[in-house]
């Protein structure tokens, strides 16, 4: 089955197939919402759709990320998407692709189908998911000493800097950002977060102990990410008391569902206990520098 520039025409369908797989599918729905099919800014995308669009959604972010979501691709489709991806960087002369993100099945198909699996790789990790109903959130494992007087702020309440030097170590230790670059990518995120009103800091006994926020939202689901602890003061729940107060907060406003991502094993304890539950695992790809799979037939992107 082709891929296709996705039209006007496709919206109903790819929304509906976006929304019928929210977990992994958060990312290209938040783009298209805030971009449409032809804008400009950096997470704008190049749609693609796989038939008729139920059958399969490509979004590749004029900054060069490339977001998945056909569970039913073949390794020839995934071949196809990929000449697409290198004639699309090769048109607008933009960076190299710089990663691909998707539910796990499908990002290392893809990766295995385009060779790009033998590529050189900044981070490759598989994050194992968890999905929770807000009326299913557990506050009772908050009940602890250590999290008396447990207050959540807006990270305005918080000083900038010790916010952007949280959010560069998150940069090294969870993206593997270098570190000659985590600082200056850690304010824009800062910025961002505070322009978003997104992410919220925890105190307690007058000292700021954890960030929470979420990285994508839409009215009735969010997708957490950023959450961060310092390592002195990680071992006592603060990270998991930010977000359970942070999705308290969010289930006033309305919101129903919350999805995520864990970074390892310790933090999937850590949302288990406030009730979520496991579902499918997403990918993160960052590629080390502008990728030359070898496609079938030997040839080499260009």
Known sequence: MS???????DLAAIH????????????LLINLRDHGLHGAEAKAMRLWVRGSGNGGVAGLTNDGTLLLQAAEASAADWHELQQLVEQRLAETSSQPQVGVLGET??????????GLNQHPKRLDRDEPGLALSLTDLELRSLDRPQLKGATLHPLSAAPRPMLVQWRAAYHQEILGTPATEAVAVASQDIDSYLLRDSHRVLNIADRWVAMTGFNAQLPEVVQIGGVYTPPEQRGHGYARCALALHLKEAHAAGVEQAVLFAAGEAA????????????GG???ILFDHAPQPAMAGGASAS
Do not use: E
């Not at 891929?3 to 025409?9: E, F, L, N, S, T």
């Not at 509906?16 to 990312?27: E, K």
């Not at 999937?268 to 579902?279: K, S, W």
């Open 268 to 279: 999937v304890r850590a949302y288990r206990a406030i009730g979520f539950q496991p579902i």
């Open 3 to 9: 891929w296709r520039p996705a039209q006007d025409g």
């Open 16 to 27: 509906d197939l976006l929304r019928r797989n929210v977990a992994s599918s958060m990312f």
């Open 105 to 114: 099945t499908q990002a290392r198909r893809y990766l295995a189908a385009t």
């Open 282 to 284: 997403y990918s993160l």
